[in-house]
């Protein structure tokens, strides 16, 4: 008998476990199985026949009945999903939030880019405004469900990253250290990714896939960015 068992309700799968001879386990009942080298309290979401080899045994169950019934377990766990879920709800992935971590990563970088001390205030903002509008429209193409949708929102992240190498070129920066600024806000819309992604439950292929997406329009929005700085210089 197998029983597959879910930790730290919600999870986006449960883990499989040998029910030894003896030991009686039912939907709703929480059990203590060993969990990332240590024994975890969970709770049972399905009991099944199959093949028990290679899985690793329940060691007792706590109480001697269920606490929840199989309806209430069922409003608990995420259903079937044939795409990853939503960035947005509780992930805290905005805009503002990636402007924040790629001001902090700025700071860090400045003794690097002196170029960034000699900007007045003005082009400072004009830059941050550039970004925030390029980020929102980078994560409502990751976060798209349907393709024309995300090539939407991508055709307008790639209008602003041509905008935002105009204006670099206008204020007089190099290709090169227009490129470098780019990679700064990389880093940053990549790191806030990958957490969201761990809030909001993402497995690893999910996980994969999204940051595989980013990553691609990041290539797309670098050229963007490379052929209107170009465009500026050529008139």
Known sequence: MIADIVFDLPLSRPFSYFVPPGLVVAVGQRVR???KGRARVGMVVAVREGAVEGLRAVERVVEAAPILSRAALERLLPADRSRRP???GGAGFTPSRIA????RASRDAAPELPWVLVLSDEQRILFRE???????SL???????RPETAAHHLKA???????YGREAATLGLSLSQTVEAFLRFRTPFHHELAVAARRRGFDAAETTDLLETAERAMDRLLVATMSGH???KSR
């Open 33 to 35: 199985a060993p969990l």
């Open 86 to 88: 939503s960035l947005g």
């Open 100 to 103: 924040r971590t790629y001001r």
């Open 130 to 136: 550039r970004g925030q509008v390029l980020a929102a």
């Open 139 to 145: 994560l409502q193409y990751v976060d798209a469900t």
């Open 157 to 163: 992240a790639s209008v602003t990253a041509a905008e």
């Open 230 to 232: 170009g465009l500026a």
